[in-house]
């Protein structure tokens, strides 16, 4: 499964080492609101991992969702995960490419501030992260071509990128022991 936006929405998904990929990418969708979903999701599901990949959303200039709100959301999010003994990999924030309109709207020193929670909460459960956000960035960089197409939502191209480094994690993750004990502690 993988749990995210319209980012996650428009990729193309095949199957992952020998699994279905069950897109679960919502336009607009936020970590605050997400939890009733992915509760539902893990009730129908029986795959052996779950990838969450969302908070662009959250990082509008106008959203109301603070560091502190996006950080007990997203670690409910990754405890219900772990407490339904799946594997859990969490990708970062990609890029905002603020020169184009899409990407005006959004707050990056907010979507910064989100992706070190992703990454805080990552390391204190244990998944891997997937930081697509450097990626994203070197290939910018080394390529002298924008990500996006608009801001926000990826060129075909980097959209290949994100998946192809998120299922190299998920690969990774899947061939590691299983979680004796996949009810973490809370912080």
């Not at 990729?11 to 919502?26: E, K, Q, R, S, W």
């Not at 560091?67 to 407490?83: I, K, N, R, S």
């Not at 924008?146 to 959209?159: F, N, S, W, Y």
Request: with cysteine; charged share 20%.
């Amino acid at each position: 499964v993988i749990l995210g936006d319209s980012i996650v929405e428009q990729l193309y998904c095949p199957a992952l080492a020998g699994n279905n990929v069950f897109n679960a990418g919502i336009s607009g969708a936020r970590v605050l609101e997400s939890q009733d979903f992915l509760n539902e999701i893990l009730t129908l599901t029986q795959g052996p991992l779950v990838i969450l990949a969302m908070g662009v959303n959250d990082a509008f200039h106008l959203g109301e969702t603070s560091p502190e709100q996006f950080e007990a959301g997203y670690q409910a999010l990754a405890q219900a995960v772990l407490a339904a003994n799946r594997r859990l990999v969490v990708v970062n924030l990609p890029p905002i490419e603020q020169d184009k309109p899409e990407g005006q709207r959004f707050d990056t020193a907010k979507a910064e501030r989100y992706n070190a929670v992703v990454a805080a909460v990552a390391d204190r459960l244990g998944g891997p992260l997937v930081d697509v956000r450097s990626l994203l960035t070197a290939r910018r960089e080394s390529e002298g071509k924008a990500q996006t197409v608009d801001g926000v939502h990826l060129t075909p191209q980097a959209a290949v990128a994100w998946r192809n480094a998120v299922y190299t994690a998920a690969r990774d993750a899947l061939n590691r022991p299983a979680p004796k004990d996949a009810t973490p502690a809370t912080p």
